[in-house]
Structures are given as structure tokens and as C-alpha cells.
């Protein structure tokens, strides 16, 4: 058993601290020894959760993994990069975990990766979404106007206009996700250089 799989079945070598506070050199090194292979597999991780989301329809005329995968398509097709692509099939990834602030989950998640512009439109498009439909749930469409100051506003607005808002087609012919995992493992093979430093303050 290779030591990928050992870190995998919890048969490798292990930390002999009970309470943190107790942690010497050597649990740090034993730990820090397996987080490279752990941080290795999180693109599989990722793929598998959104995964999830295949047969959520919601009330939605398509299920939630076909919306994802027909707004990374039309994102795709349009000549947008790899890093923007693998932002807007993921966008809707918290739907699972946070049904209540489901742009912050996958904002999280693709954070270290991308751009602070692809970030903010990933945290920002629920309200900028809400601009096609809160008015017929008793919302204001318009609560996108408190970000007007932002220099990512219209970044925003245009990828809800051309990708999101647009991405309800049951007839569309979306990629499949295979066609998406080499961009997914590509974007999240490595943490960007500011995502490094804030980590290590
Ligand atoms: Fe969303
Ligand atoms: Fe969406």
C-alpha cells in the first residue's frame, strides 16, 4: 500500500498529541508530511460534491449539476479562460451546504485559485442574480445598485446577463463534466502566490 492510500485508510503514522498544546516537532512533521497528498486530492473532492447536485431540480426547468455545466458551456464557448470557466461550474456549489448564502460556500472554495475579480463575482451573483427574479418573491431586483462603487460591478452583472441567468435550457447542448475536470484539476493544481501569503500570516 502506497502512502497516498495509507493517508487514505488512516494507517499512516499519526500525531501523538492529545490536546494540541502538547504537540511537539515531530507530530508538526508527521502532519505536515501528509497535508501535500490531502491538498492533492481536493479537485476530486470538489468534483465529487458537485456531483451532488445532478437530479436537484428545485422547481428549475434544468437539475442543478446541468445548470452549473451549461454555465461553464456558454462561458466556455464564448472564449472565456480556464480560471473563469472552472469559476462559473462551480458558482452554484453551495447550493447543498449553504441554502442560505450558497455564493459564500463557493466563493471559499475557489478562493486560493482565482483572480480577486473572479472571487468577487462568484461571492457577489446571488444579489446580482436577484436582478431577474426577486420582485416576483416581494425582494428589491435593484439590491445589486449597493455594489455600484465596486470596479467588478459590471464583471458581474455580464456574467450573470451572458452565463447564469441564461444557463435554464433543457435543450442546450452543455458539456458533460468530464470535459471540465482536466480545467478543475488544472485551476485548483496550485494555490496562487496572495493566497500563499495570506495563508501563511
Ligand atoms: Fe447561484
Ligand atoms: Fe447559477
Redesign the pocket.
Known sequence: MDVDQDIAHGAAERAKFREMKDGTAQDWAVIGGQYRAFAKGLPDRVLTHLKILDGDFGGFPVHRLEHSLQTATRAHRDGRGEDYVVMALL??IG?TLGSYN??DVAAAIIKPFVSEELHWICQH??AF?GYYFWHYIGMDKDARDEFRGSPYFDACAEFCEKY?QAAFDPDYDSEPLEFFEPMVRRVMAKPLPAAMSVAAE
Open positions: 458558482h452554484d447550493d450558497h455564493p451573483h446571488g442574480q447564469d
